[in-house]
């Protein structure tokens, strides 16, 4: 059933891209989206789900605009009819002129203000319903993050463990001229199984949740600097607040997508992190000195940045990004709490 769903939907997309319907081809997209997650294909589910995302923001912003053409063209028609009326009611009744008049304009003055107040009711109910579609698409995306995350956090845990593991035990057998050699080996080993422990369970939110946002910062940067051997300087108030369960998993994976960034991107050497609480809020602030990029041609593009943003947007707060070639990278982030 699940072959023939994504046939019959792989089908209809290209119609759909033909005839112009955005409409209909984010509806494709968000329907092969559910047919990919019942397939355990969430990698391409999550493609699929941003696609209908793209598609939907652009369908609802033509038709908002449309909208406002028909609107307008009412109103300017509605006052040219009324123009008419008020010359054949002078030529014809110019008696009682003055009396007809001051009816004819109060009904014109109603008229404008009920197509008014229709127009900005419409303008803000086409608001409300692309805010809540794009809210919606957005937490669907995120989710299907969370799903891929979670799924790679098990195969960490399990397929790289079990070599770690083996590793271990050939080092325990094997016969080293120089004990203390054997020992360091055993260290390291030691440290990377802890490393690969965390890293799984950070992919995992039930287990983030359970922790709080300090310890799981400090894991963040011990296991990234272990990994990548960049250096990260961080601040994180000794008195810090638990966070909502949203909240905190967010924030999370917001660090986890700079450090990412940092070590395939920035090729910084050095990376700062600093937490603050002021005035109610959460300020995060993330600074490195890596080669900096064009923000307006790379950031709006980068699938990372919009993620960032949206879990942002979900939480109520701002960010700022400032980069430019040869200058580094900073973000700066404000959450209520």
């Known amino acids: 059933m699940i072959s023939k769903a994504e046939w019959c939907i792989e089908s209809a997309i290209p119609l759909a891209v033909t005839s112009g319907d955005i409409d209909w081809l984010a509806t494709l997209y968000d329907s092969y989206a559910d047919v990919l997650i019942a397939g355990n294909q969430t990698a391409k589910a999550l493609d699929y789900q941003k696609k209908a995302y793209g598609s939907r923001v652009l369908a609802d912003s033509r038709r908002s605009g449309l909208q406002v053409k028909l609107l307008s063209s009412m109103l300017d028609l509605r006052a040219k009819d009324m123009m008419i009326r008020d010359q054949e009611i002078d030529l014809n009744l110019k008696q009682s002129e003055n009396r007809f008049l001051k009816v004819l304009l109060f009904a014109f003055f109603i008229t404008i203000a009920s197509l008014t107040f229709l127009l900005l009711w419409l303008k803000q109910r086409s608001r409300l319903i692309r805010a809540r579609d794009q809210v919606n698409a957005a937490l669907k995306i995120i989710e299907l993050e969370e799903m891929e995350k979670r ?32 020992e360091d080996i055993s260290a ?150």
């Open 151 to 182: 799924r790679l956090g098990f195969e960490l845990h399990d397929h790289t463990g079990y070599l770690v593991r083996t590793i271990d035990q050939f080092i325990t057998g094997y016969h080293f001229t120089d004990p203390k050699e054997k």
């Open 188 to 337: 390291k080993i030691s440290e990377l199984r802890t490393s690969i422990r965390r890293f799984s369970h950070h992919l995992n939110p039930i287990h983030v949740q359970d922790e709080q946002f300090p310890d799981l910062l400090a894991d963040l940067v011990k296991d990234f600097s272990l990994v990548t051997g960049i250096k990260v300087k961080y601040f994180i108030p000794a008195s810090f607040p638990k966070l909502a369960d949203n909240q905190l998993l967010h924030l999370v994976r917001i660090v986890q997508e700079l450090l990412t960034n940092a070590s395939k991107h920035a090729a910084a050497s050095n990376v700062g992190i600093m937490v603050s609480i002021a005035d109610q809020n959460l300020v995060l602030m993330y600074e490195d000195d890596g080669p900096g990029f064009v923000v307006e041609s790379t950031g709006a593009k980068s699938l990372g940045f919009q993620s960032i943003r949206e879990r942002i947007r979900l939480m109520d707060g701002k960010c700022k990004l400032e980069s430019q070639p040869g200058a580094g990278t900073k973000w700066e982030f404000i959450i209520p709490l």
